[in-house]
Nanobody
């Protein structure tokens, strides 16, 4: 499975961005997926995760109610809609995926087998 993330950029605080992650080479409908992020000087952390069906989702408390993760199985694409962005959201955002046999969300990055290259999001104050 290959993952290609895009959509990052520079935005002012309070603004919005949508990240996309196109998957190829694997069974997209069986992929549990996630967005992780690495802020400058910090370790990578999970931001949002979604089960393979798209019906179950989970968010880090720091992004809950501001970010929405979604999965379009027909387009083989994972999205992250980010709104009310804050300077603390500045980070490289990575999409990740793992083939699962059941429909559940996975928070730990150690459980993911496939990673995209990352896309930079910078929020100015």
């Amino acid at each position: 499975v290959q993952l290609q993330a895009c959509g990052g950029g520079l935005v002012q605080a309070g603004g919005s961005l949508r990240l996309s992650c196109l998957a190829s080479g694997g069974p997209f409908s069986r992929l549990a997926m996630a967005w992780f992020r690495r802020a400058p000087g910090k370790q990578r952390e999970f931001a949002a995760v979604i089960a393979r069906s798209g019906r179950m989702k989970d968010y880090s408390p720091s992004v809950k109610d501001r970010f929405i993760i979604s999965k379009d199985n027909a387009m083989n694409t994972l999205y992250l809609h980010m709104s009310s962005l804050e300077p603390e959201d500045t980070a490289i955002y990575y999409c990740a995926a793992v083939i699962t046999e059941s429909d559940y969300v996975l928070v730990s990055e150690d459980l993911y087998d496939y990673w995209g290259q990352g896309t930079q999001v910078t929020v100015s104050s």
